[in-house]
Each structure stands twice: as C-alpha cells, then as structure tokens.
C-alpha cells in the first residue's frame, strides 16, 4: 500500500515536472491521472489497489462514530433507570485477528461501544476477556462484536 | 449562516454537558469497579469530544480562527481514552477487586488462578 501511495506521488511530480507548473494544483491534476493510471494497471501490483483499503477505514471509522455514539445512549438508559437491573458478566471471546496493531484496534473499539469493556487479552493474544454490563447470552455477544468489527478490521487488514 | 452555526455550537456543547453529567451519575449509582469503568471510559470520552467539538466550531465559525490543537486534543482523547479504561480494569482485576454479587459468569477467573499457581 505504501509503495502505490509513492508511487503516485512520484508520478504526480513528473506531471509537474513535464508541465513546467510547480502549483499545487498540477500536483492534485497529476495525482488523479497517477490514480487512473494505477487503476489500469491493480493487476500487476501483488497487494490489492489502495483506495479500497482507504475506503476500508472510512467505513470503519464511521460504523465506530455510530456505535460509540449509541452505546452513550444505552449507557445513559441504564443509569437512570431506578431499578438498576443490570446482569455484569465476564466473558471470553476467541478471536481470528493475529498482529498486534489489529488487535489493540479491536479492544479499543470494543472497550468504546455498548456495555463491553476489554479487562484482558491471554498471552497467546487469542482470546479476549471483555466484561459485559448487560449480560444475557455469550453467543449473542460474540456474534454482534464479529460481525461488526472483526468483519470491518479484517477487511482493512486483507492485502 | 450565523444560526447554523449557533445551533451547531450549542448542540454540540449540550450534547457533551448531558454525557459529563451520566458519566458523574453512573460514578455514583453503578455498583461495582468494572461496570463504573463502563461510564467512565465512554461517556466521559465521548462528551469531552463533543464540548471541545463545539468550541471548535465556535472559534471557527465565529471568531474565523482554525485552532488545529483542538482537533489534536480530540483524536488524543479518542485514542487514550479507553485504554486508560482497559488499564483500570485490568489492574483492578488483577489485584483482585470483587466482582459485583450480582455478577452472572466469569471466564476470567480460572485463567489467572492458573497462571497464580504456576509461578
């Protein structure tokens, strides 16, 4: 991915450089033509075409601003109800992503959506142990945490 | 414009005030570390970006200067924020605060006990 994004970059200052115009604006001109040009050729590069991966953490960052936002909401619910009928549980959930930096984004998006808090993560980093404040089923649980950001990581992360 | 901009501004700034104020209730009424950590780590985060949001925008739209350092104070908070929650719990557990009685499961526990006789 870094190499595509430098190698637009470098085919951008040769469009300046070949129109005579050191302006910012040739250089937004010669990235776009960069950008088609590496469109045209996705095929011969081994990892996939950058801007999906951009878009990836687009899609990632507003699903995380809408459930950040609505675990407030719940947060909010709970506190004032005047029963306080809440269930605290400790639950261990297995999870599929391997490197460091995917799994400290994981536990960072679980620990800022609703009712879910990662207390800790086993030495083998498989499993993550997350206190639930609401606790009714471990399926459930899971399910909803994978489907979501699991999901949206992996497709970040894919190459 | 101006009051797009007045309502953007108030909205943002209440919005964050109400969320301030159920991170202080649920400091009060929730009954145990680990679920207090719940509305400290999000509502104290998520309303503090909103105030200093709103005062952004204030500086912006009104008095026409970009502060930068704001947006870095944001996305700061935003990536310290629950870590911070995650090292409190994790400590708190590890020295071995009591769940709630109330508390339904505990995957956690077998794990350290293990790892506590081991060594």
Known sequence: ?159 | MTVIANILIIATISFGTIFILVTALGLIRLPDAYSRAHAASKSATLGIMSILLGVFFHFWLKEGIFNSRILLGIVFLFVTGPVGGHMMGRAAYLSGVKLWDKSVRDDLAEVVKKKREQQ
């Open chain 1, 1 to 159: 991915m870094a190499f595509q994004i430098l190698l637009n970059v470098f085919i951008a200052i040769t469009w300046m450089f070949l129109s005579v115009s050191f302006k910012p604006t040739t250089f937004i001109i010669g990235y776009i033509l960069g950008l088609l040009m590496l469109l045209m050729l996705r095929k011969s590069f081994s990892s996939r075409f950058y801007l999906d991966r951009i878009w990836a953490v687009i899609k990632l960052a507003f699903l995380f601003l809408k459930e950040l936002t609505l675990s407030n909401f719940s947060v909010l619910m709970l506190i004032i109800k005047p029963k306080m009928p809440i269930r605290p549980a400790i639950f261990a959930m297995p999870t599929v992503l391997e490197k460091d930096w995917e799994i400290t984004l994981l536990s960072n998006l679980i620990t800022l959506t609703p009712g879910t808090i990662v207390i800790d993560v086993s030495d083998d980093n498989k499993t993550l142990y997350i206190h639930s404040i609401d606790f009714d089923n471990v399926d459930e649980a899971i399910n909803s945490i994978k489907e979501t950001f699991e999901k949206a990581i992996l497709e970040v992360s894919r190459s």
